[in-house]
């Protein structure tokens, strides 16, 4: 049992200390922001940061990455898709796991029953992805798409509780 992470470590649900959590904060503000730096503005050691980030990431509760603008990176369309779904969503949701176009996929309640975001390097390589992909998928009854226009908020820090 871990005392710092939620329900002991064994679930991601739960509460986490407010040293955890202050942890955390520091670094959805800062990914870069050294454990020295860190453990100043929360009260540990160096050392103690450096271990409570390590449970966090093992834990799964958090994990630490570079964001990046996808237009900068050769991108050139981003896109939401809404799938309506016959069947088992779950198994569908596991067949697009493994799609490197997919970087967001949620199930969901209301008019689709999965959320998918891509990211392709073009018009032609987002036509042929939804229509070879996830249009092919059995269980797939519908698709409406939402390209992306512009980008006008994207944010990672918005606390604990």
């Known amino acids: 049992m871990d005392p710092l992470l939620p329900n002991g470590g064994g ?11 202050a942890i955390i904060v520091e670094l959805q503000h800062d990914g870069r922001k050294s454990y020295s730096a860190i453990g100043k503005s929360v009260g540990l050691s160096e050392a103690a940061v450096r271990q409570r980030v390590s449970r ?15 237009l900068s990176l050769g991108f050139a369309r981003q896109a939401m898709v809404g799938l309506k779904v016959r069947g088992d969503i779950s198994a569908v949701a596991g067949k697009l796991h493994d ?4 970087d967001y996929l949620v199930v969901t309640a ?4 999965l959320l998918v ?3 392709c390097e073009s018009d032609r390589h ?8 996830l249009r092919s998928i ?10 992306y226009l512009s980008l006008e908020k994207q944010k990672y820090n918005w606390g604990t509780r």
Do not use: C, H, Q
């Open 11 to 21: 679930s991601r649900l739960g509460n986490l200390d407010e040293k955890s959590k």
């Open 126 to 133: 987002l036509i042929e992805f939804v229509n070879e992909e």
């Open 117 to 119: 975001e891509i990211v």
């Open 56 to 70: 966090l990431i093992d834990s799964g509760v958090m994990e630490i990455v570079a964001v990046t603008d996808p």
């Open 99 to 102: 799609y490197d176009e997919i």
């Open 138 to 147: 059995d269980a797939v009854v519908d698709t409406e798409l939402f390209m």
């Open 110 to 113: 209301g008019s689709f029953d």
